[in-house]
């Protein structure tokens, strides 16, 4: 797309900005945990034991209320995860490499749909009654740092590059 990059010779180097570094290694990080453990169910073949052991590792030690209930929703949101998120982070991330500059638009959709979906799932696991309150907490942290780095795509002044 013309004029979506910085002119060629303009281009900042990656390495000096500091907050669409926090990007990537965000971004790589949903990626990286889609395959590991949101899309291990949704594979057509049975993997090797190392391959999922990430994802059994977090299914015994976490007990995850929105993993082990299933509901309808959230195979909603792991559909979504699968056909936009997880393809949308893969091309930031050579975007904000390559300093371009539809990266902040495109996330800006990203991160209403994750800060919102994310949301829906902390009151969810948060609201669970028939769970122990031990697990319902030891799950939180993790609902709150992706609120909290997704609602950090939302303001223009959260990357050096917009």
């Not at 990059?5 to 990656?14: K, Q, V, Y």
């Not at 945990?33 to 049975?46: E, N, T």
């Not at 638009?105 to 009654?129: D, M, N, P, Q």
């Not at 992706?146 to 939302?154: E, M, P, R, V, Y």
Request: proline share 9%.
């Amino acid at each position: 797309m013309p004029g979506a990059s910085s002119p060629p010779g303009h281009r900042r180097p990656i390495w000096s900005r500091k907050k669409d570094m926090f990007h990537i290694v965000f971004l790589s990080a949903v990626v990286f945990f889609a395959m590991a453990i949101d899309f291990v169910p949704l594979y057509p073949v049975k993997l090797p034991s190392w391959a999922t052991t990430l994802y059994d590792y977090y299914r015994t030690n976490y007990n995850d209320p929105l993993y082990a209930k299933d509901p309808p929703f959230f195979r909603v949101y792991v559909f979504i995860e699968a056909v936009y998120l997880v393809p949308t982070c893969i091309w930031a991330i050579g975007g904000l490499i390559q300093d371009d500059r539809m990266v902040p638009v495109h996330l800006l959709a990203f991160a209403t749909h994750l800060v919102t979906s994310t949301l829906v799932c902390f009151v969810e696991v948060l609201a669970t009654e028939d769970w122990p309150r031990e697990v319902i907490n030891k799950n939180l942290p993790g609902y709150v740092i992706f609120f909290a780095a997704g609602k950090s795509h939302l303001w223009p002044a959260a990357s050096d590059s917009w």
